[in-house]
T-cell receptor, first 115, second 115 residues
Framework: GAGVSQSPSNKVTEKGKDVELRCDPISGHTALYWYRQSLGQGLEFLIYFQGNSAPDKSGLPSDRFSAERTGGSVSTLTIQRTQQEDSAVYLCATSKDRDLQNEQFFGPGTRLTVL | AQTVTQSQPEMSVQEAETVTLSCTYDTSENNYYLFWYKQPPSRQMILVIR??????QNATENRFSVNFQKAAKSFSLKISDSQLGDTAMYFCAFTPSGGYQKVTFGTGTKLQVIP
């Protein structure tokens, strides 16, 4: 596709429910990142995928958060038993490869609201 | 651990004027990359400008330029001839060079261009 796409654009859920957020990267981009952006905060790194290598999960805030990337393309971020503090915009970004001097291309984000 | 500090949560500038956004960072690395990203309201984050630490010459991209002071660990963004379309959140970001490293973002500066 022309750019990174994310779905849904908005998600409202009840506390305790599970949610799944999707990211479709730019074709050919091997590196994929998930970030969380809370109001008034910068971007908080969550997880990084690079090709077939084991992902860097060091930014996941708790074991309720998980992510996978199937076939090196689409990625899903799953939040189990959502809490109100999970409310934020979740951004996906991709880049050509693991070399971080390369530009990251961001998706429009998914705004998650946990009631 | 690296940190990126943007001390100006909000700024405003008159259209056609010049504005400077500040960014400081802390690192023990000698080689690294610095970025400014722009996030317009309800739109995707895009790269504005990139600086490589080993280059002494300040990067420029049309109306955008940086003042990179390596010894002071300062990386400010100057926007000349401000336009209404420059209204956005601006994030400063840092990554060490040399293979995979996480990108660390600042908390952002909200810039309002006033007509």
């Amino acid at each position: 596709g022309a750019g990174v796409s994310q779905s849904p654009s908005n998600k409202v859920t009840e506390k305790g429910k599970d949610v799944e957020l999707r990211c479709d990267p730019i074709s050919g981009h091997t590196a994929l990142y998930w970030y969380r952006q809370s109001l008034g905060q910068g971007l908080e790194f969550l997880i990084y995928f690079q090709g077939n290598s084991a992902p860097d999960k060091s930014g996941l805030p708790s074991d309720r958060f998980s992510a996978e990337r199937t076939g090196g393309s689409v990625s899903t971020l799953t939040i189990q038993r959502t809490q109100q503090e999970d409310s934020a915009v979740y951004l996906c970004a991709t880049s050509k490869d693991r070399d971080l001097q390369n530009e990251q291309f961001f998706g429009p984000g998914t705004r998650l609201t946990v009631l | 651990a690296q940190t990126v500090t943007q001390s100006q949560p909000e700024m405003s500038v008159q259209e056609a004027e010049t504005v400077t956004l500040s960014c400081t960072y802390d690192t023990s690395e000698n080689n690294y990359y610095l970025f400014w990203y722009k996030q317009p309201p309800s739109r995707q984050m895009i790269l504005v400008i990139r600086q490589e630490a080993y280059k002494q010459q300040n990067a420029t991209e049309n109306r955008f330029s940086v003042n990179f002071q390596k010894a002071a660990k300062s990386f400010s963004l100057k926007i000349s001839d401000s336009q209404l379309g420059d209204t956005a959140m601006y994030f400063c970001a840092f990554t060490p060079s040399g293979g995979y490293q996480k990108v660390t973002f600042g908390t952002g500066t909200k810039l309002q261009v006033i007509p």
